[in-house]
């Protein structure tokens, strides 16, 4: 099966002549989460405008279940459509101060009929958890409240790919598990393609199925994340570290000559000590 | 933005904004038509009762916005209560000043007491629609009755933003006044330029973005939204004509007891 979606040497230069993406060749499979690793700067925001045609390669394509997209006005509202960014302010994305009406606009530019708008509007606030927000003004809404109607407002137009830039930056802890509960149920129940960009290192074994690292404008490394945490140098020369557990795990291998195998997770690092454990008593 | 904390809590906030608008019209242009202070202070009361109970606003809170303008009007007035006299004319208060006498008669008090009562109805009138209808509402109202969409684009996106600037300047004065930019007048006045010149290019950088994620959204060229469900609130209309009808009794009682 093709993938969701797919970049094969996508080039991007602005126009002070900076390279912001270099070759870059990536790929996002439906039902799962696809980290984009990578410091400021890295190209994670060129990349996402890129795929969703608001930016314009000089060269190389995206390949939407693994056809080219067309550069004219119906494929790029084609791509639009298929394609949704949610992107790190709120404010930046929601614009109108009433929050039913922000999160029609996308289903209304579809041209849908006003029934179908209206289911559309209901279910994403319902999946995002922000029905009961309706009869508040946007500028009355939390920060975390906000990212959800922002992501209710791409929801609506029912992407095949989900886009989010640094979705947890600003969230308090308990919203980051929110985030990442609804994330899974997207992944899980709707099977989209979900990337997202992330220097966030704890949250990428927590929710990421594939990995990419960008640096320079580069893929520098592709793999899972734990193919990824094998190469803490690489990480750190992209002013990157290895998740908190990966890291405690790697000092009592090296450090402490323990026989810990990797893990990343709170999870798999229980599953290992207790290995050790009963090895110990054997 | 007090009236619109209201407008949100209103009972009347999933109403039709249509209907709102015409009964807060009708009563203003009936209200300023009659040109009469008992008809002002008839409308003033009339939508006091309509805004309490059909938007269940406390009684107190309409008294507060009616204070609000109370200022104004009373300077207006008493530009239109002094005038000047020949020594002599018979008036109820005044102060002779350089062989003439300034100050009030019957005629002119009751002239200004009209203008004042006449605005009263006019603020009660547009009270109506402020406190009931959130802003939102009545810009799509606007869009429906033919109002240039790039006008009431350009309300809603400022009306929007107001809010986003706001935050941005009063989170640079604090960290200007934590580190004491605002002691004294030279420095207040060098920290206010630099913070108002830091919010004009942040908001140039924003609308970048927001160009961006509405393009994302498949924004072409207009910021078509769907509001959510109103009430159709066809209730209002004949209420709209009670008011006006009750406005105009209370003028031809006042002209009847005028003789």
Sequence with gaps: ?282 | MGTDRWAYQSRLRRVDPLPKLILSLTALVVCLCCGSGAVGLATAAAMGVLITALGGLPPRVYLHFLKIPMAFLAVGCATMLVHSYPAGTPVLAALPVGGRLWGFDGAALAAAAALFFRALGAVGAMYFLALNTPVTDLTMCLGRLHVPRLLVELMELIYRFIFVLSETAGSIRTAQASRLGYQGLRRSLSSLGTMASLVFLRAWRRADRIYAALESRGYAGSLTTLPGDYAPGRGLYPLALAVAAGQLAVLFAERGVLG
């Design chain 1, 1 to 282: 099966m093709n993938p969701a979606i797919e970049t094969r040497e996508l080039c991007y230069t602005y126009e002070d002549g900076t390279a912001a993406l270099d070759h870059v060749s990536l790929k996002a499979e439906r039902g799962r989460i696809t980290g984009i690793l990578g410091a400021n700067g890295a190209g994670k925001s060129t990349l996402f405008l890129n795929l969703n045609g608001v930016l314009t390669p000089q060269s190389g394509e995206v390949l939407l279940d693994g056809a080219p997209v067309r550069r004219d006005r119906k494929g790029l509202a084609e791509l639009r459509r298929r394609v949704g960014i949610v992107f790190q302010d709120p404010d930046d994305q929601l614009f109108s101060a009433d929050v039913y009406r922000d999160i029609s606009f996308g289903a209304v530019n579809l041209g849908l009929p006003e029934a179908e708008v209206r289911r559309r509007v209901e279910a994403a606030m319902e999946r995002t958890g922000v029905a009961h927000l309706r009869d508040k003004p946007t500028h009355a809404l939390s920060f975390g409240q906000k990212k959800r109607a922002a992501i209710a407002g791409v929801l609506v137009m029912e992407p095949e790919v989900l886009i989010l830039d640094e979705p947890t930056a600003g969230l308090d802890p308990q919203g980051v598990s929110g985030l990442l509960a609804l994330l899974e149920q997207l992944r899980d129940g709707l099977n989209m393609a979900i990337l997202l960009a992330t220097h966030d290192m704890d949250l990428v074994p927590l929710c990421c199925d594939d990995a990419y690292l960008l640096g320079g404008g580069r893929v520098l490394a592709a793999g899972t994340p734990e193919e990824l945490f094998r190469q803490p140098g690489l990480l750190r020369e992209n002013h990157l570290r290895l998740p908190r557990i990966a890291h405690l795990m790697d000092i009592l291998h090296d450090k402490d000559g323990l026989d810990a195998g990797p893990a990343a997770t709170i999870g798999a690092a229980r599953r290992e000590i207790l290995r050790l454990l009963k090895e110990e008593e054997r």
